[in-house]
């Protein structure tokens, strides 16, 4: 089983330039490194205008290395008035083939409800670009017990017709609020709890595929990165730690390892 590792660069860095140095020195490591990698893919979402330009470095020859592009969002119409908006087509344009859905940053700061979230769902995946759907708590829920219940509500919503979609198109990323960009990762052993809950809730859902990916995010670092990984979780959606170059590519390590 392959491992997934999503790079989510948020609103950095702030140049091209920088976006460009920031990609090639983790593709060049990539490269010298590639036969460490097999059971390893990488997915950098970088800023929608930075997305041409990692898209043409990732198609130069000799770099088909498991290292592929996705987005940090998405609009759920094909196209119009609505300004500001980026519509899946472009994206798929691009060479995008995941897209990040529902990320807590834009549910909070932008006011997505997982009725916004559902609908950019079902446009991600009619146009065949990888929703990762994220999903979390806040430390209050967490904290008054209400963990699985915010994250059944969460998954019911924004799933809603869905159910029905060969959804071996859908990636889950649990993404515990209190835990995003704050240096205080979920312990892995509480982690492991949303685990199994995740994997017994989406297992019904999705009766046609074997087993829903499901992502751990949150403070995420190299020191213990591992350790989401070995109580099972497919992956790690890493936010701050994949900008910098070192820190993003001990991670890589780590778990390409063995
Ligand atoms: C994220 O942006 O989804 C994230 C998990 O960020 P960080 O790793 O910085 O907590």
Known sequence: METIIVANWKMNPQSLP???ELFNSVRNWIKKNSNILQSVRIIICPPF???????????????????ELGAQNLFWEEKGAFTGEISPKMLKNLGVKYVIVGHSER???LGES???????????????????????????????????????NQLTKSLTHLTTQPLNYLILAYEPIWAIGTG????????????LFLR?????LFRSITQTLILYGGSVNSKIAKDYIKIGFDGLLVGGASLKKTEFVEIIKDIAKD
């Open 18 to 20: 920088k976006a460009k």
């Open 107 to 109: 549910r909070k700061i």
């Open 114 to 152: 997982d009725e916004m979230i559902n609908k950019k769902l079902k446009a991600a995946i009619k146009a065949k670009i990888k929703p990762i759907l994220c999903i979390g708590e806040t430390f209050e829920e967490r904290k008054r017990g209400k963990t699985f219940k915010v994250l059944k």
């Open 49 to 67: 205008v930075y997305l041409e330009s990692i898209s043409k470095l990732l198609k130069t020859k000799n770099f088909r290395l498991k290292v």
């Open 184 to 195: 205080n990762p979920c312990k892995p052993e509480d982690a492991k709890e949303v685990l």
């Open 200 to 204: 017994k809730f989406t297992q019904p």
